[in-house]
């Protein structure tokens, strides 16, 4: 484990160009119930982000703002900025289609579509409309070399999503999602439906994917966070308690909720 | 004293079920083995007998009859003859008593006019038109080569009739017009048609010269055209393979003839035609209507009163009586819209009605009417059964909610959506009710479609398999052919049911198979 060897940049000294989302104040009402409330931070670029917290705290409504996944729900009621490239996602102009482009999901349980695999990761880029069908190929193909993926499925592309493994079935999702080049990666506790060994797998192809993507990923897990994440952002009913790297977080907590729910007192 | 263990009756509720089941599955082998026997028994060839009949009076009659059952088991007997008089078939009920069965010398030969009628008779002659005094005996040869000149005639005779329908026309814009330089044109068109008709008379004459002589039972010789004859067959002298290619043939035509007789005998080309017609533009006036009114319901309606108290009503509108959906097609499309629309678009040909009128159009919305809640009930259950995930997902891929239900939600949902195509198809081909109010008949003059502008023509009457059989009740008393029509046409109406419905399960299988999420 190399929880002590790395070497992360402290949140305070990042500097604006490294910033790949900046939240500002956002709250979020869902049903009439208010999920989040007042949330700042700022999510460095190229890195692991976690998200930890009790259920039903909000971890997952944060990081549907992120892409406005929110929006879904027809009664929600959202204020505040998330500024991403400059531009405030939030704002009501903002093409949201594009916007999804841009940042990746990938949920709980992997949800293939019912077609081959080779249309499941396509699925995104053909809806663009603008790629060839070679242009389309290549990027299947290096999506699923960065998802880890090809080397198993590279003779069966044209085969039902379905027959893969579960395991492999979340990985078709990460490629699905790294089609479309996203900057921003939102992963919604990917291996909580995992074996120990297919985690494993996804824990390490994050790592090699933080090179050119941007992290974030709500967890149960406490340990996986420890492990692969760089920095960790504890919410407590829908408030942002503590956010910090990993290390400071884990092993330094400064707020007593933090320290409660990372000993395992909360339940 | 307890109980030390509950009494196991279980069997009763087993026994009383499965004899539920099985009353209700002899219950359905029976309808259809009942259909299937009447109805076959309309192409059958039934042996053809000479008989000295004793009526009540007292007088002995002697008929060449068709025999529809066993001489040798009942006491009484079903007998068609054939009355030269009327030139109408008759079915006599006779007892064993009153029948002697004489022997049949001469081959008694059935000859199938094309008015739906059948001739029984002996010794068959043929003659000529060109030879009038040449009479040979029937031989097949002889026979077909009057056939080929039966068939040029008629050849010449119609493109005769064709090149005088303009001639005609041309002739009737020369009348109201009137003026002296068009005098001399009117007089050629006119010799010109007077010359042709005279061609005309000339070939009729030709055509009725070609006859057919024959004898009846008591020795009195007749003789007919011999082009109203459809085909001739001498039933007793049939091979087990030509009753076959007999029954094949009256199969062919009992699907390709026009209904003769006033439905009592004949074909069910049009009946066949109008109905599959019928279920193919309900079919398209019902699918969007329903598939659309179920996405709204299921992907964008919000769910409150309004939307449950709609739901209530569709659902409950597959339990009104269909006769209603009939007066209200009638009250609606016909007199309101109909009236409206001959007003604003076929004023010249008032007051004789276009869509004003029941028709095609209004019987296929009245169908489609009647249709709607079993499509939208069952496709708002196929995309019920969508996956939230999926849907999810597609939006998280940057798909807008349009593209997600076109891409992921139609197309799982489309074996529901088939399923509820199929329940309406099988409702409208067999639904009777309102159809005989908003533009069915017993008897149309033409077909819906032809080859005159535009091809398709909504406003017209039209004939249906379910109207015909609604019809042969009423003469299903008369004769056992009349009644056998009936359930062939049942029979049909069953075929073309479970033809609809493979095929449809078929479809939807493929889909399920393409789109299994699980």
Known sequence: MNLFSRKTTPLKKLTPENIAVNIESLSVELNNKVVLDNISMRIPAYSITSIIGQSGCGKTTLLNSMNRMNELITDHKITGHIWMDKRDINHKRENVARLRTNVGMVFQQPNPFPMTIYENVGFGLKLQQQYSRRQIDDAIEKALINAGLWDEVKDRLHEPAMILSGGQQQRLMIARALALKPQILLLDEPTSALDPLATLFIEELMQSLKQHTTIVMVTHNMQQAARISDYTAFIHKGELIEYTDSDSLFTQPKHKQTEDYITGRYG | ?518
Not at chain 2, 145 to 160: G, P, S
Not at chain 2, 288 to 308: D, H, R
Request: with cysteine; charged share 15%; glycine share 6%.
């Open chain 2, 1 to 518: 004293m307890t109980k030390l263990y509950k009494p196991d009756n279980s069997f009763i509720t087993i026994n009383l079920a499965a004899s539920a089941a099985a009353m209700l599955s002899l219950a359905l082998i029976g309808l259809i083995m009942f259909v299937l026997i009447k109805g076959l028994s309309y192409f059958i060839v039934y042996p053809t007998v000479n008989v000295q009949i004793t009526d009540k009076h007292g007088n002995a009659l002697e008929y060449y009859a068709q025999l529809y059952d066993d001489k040798e088991v009942q006491e009484e007997h079903v007998l068609l003859v054939y009355h030269p008089n009327t030139q109408k078939n008759q079915q006599l009920f006779v007892h064993d008593d009153n029948i002697i069965y004489r022997p049949i010398i001469h081959p008694i030969w059935t000859l199938h006019l094309n008015d739906g009628s059948k001739i029984f008779a002996s010794h068959l002659t043929l003659q000529s038109s060109s030879e009038p005094n040449k009479i040979e005996r029937y031989s097949r040869a002889a026979y077909s080569d009057l056939r080929d000149e039966i068939y040029q005639l008629q050849t010449q005779l119609r493109t005769l009739t064709k090149t005088l329908i303009p001639l005609n026309i041309e002739l009737a814009t020369f009348t109201e017009s009137g003026s002296m330089k068009d005098k001399i044109r009117y007089e050629k068109t006119h010799m010109q048609i007077m010359s042709l008709m005279a061609q005309k008379q000339q070939l009729e004459t030709q055509l009725n010269g070609i006859q057919i002589h024959y004898q009846q039972a008591d020795g009195t010789p007749l003789s007919i055209p011999l082009y109203q004859v459809d085909y001739l067959i001498d039933s007793n002298g049939l091979s087990w393979l030509e009753r076959m290619s007999v029954s094949a043939l009256k199969i062919w035509n009992f699907m390709s003839d026009d209904p003769k007789q006033s439905n009592a005998s004949g074909g069910v080309f049009p009946a066949l035609f109008g109905t599959l017609l019928l279920v193919f533009l309900m079919t398209i006036l019902v699918m969007p209507f329903g598939v659309l009114t179920a996405l709204y319901l299921n992907e964008f309606a919000p769910y409150n009163y309004f939307t449950i108290i709609l739901r209530t009503i569709i659902t409950n509108l597959a339990g009104i009586p269909a006769i209603v959906y009939g007066v209200f097609g009638l009250g609606l499309f016909v007199f309101v819209i109909g009236t409206t629309l001959d007003q604003w678009l076929y004023s010249d040909t008032l007051p004789s009605p276009t869509f004003g009128a029941p028709g095609l159009l209004w019987a296929a919305l009245t169908m489609a009417l009647l249709t709607l809640p079993v499509v939208i009930v069952s496709t708002e259950e196929g995309l019920r059964q969508v996956p939230e995930g999926l849907k999810k997902g597609a939006m998280a891929l940057g798909a807008t909610k349009f593209e997600m239900i076109i891409k992921i939600v139609l197309p799982i949902a489309s074996p529901s959506i088939v399923t509820g195509g199929i329940l309406a198809i099988a409702r409208a081909a067999g639904e009777v009710t309102p159809l005989l109010l908003v533009g069915a008949v017993m008897s149309a003059p033409v077909l819906p479609v032809d080859n005159e502008f535009p091809f398709i023509h909504l406003e017209r009457q039209f004939m249906h398999l379910g109207v015909l059989v609604f019809d042969g009740v009423f003469h299903s008393q008369t004769t056992i052919d009349e009644s056998s029509m009936m359930f062939a046409t049942c029979l049909l109406l069953i075929l073309i049911v479970i033809v609809l419905n493979s095929m449809a399960s078929w479809l939807r299988y493929r889909l399920k198979k393409q789109y299994d999420w699980q």
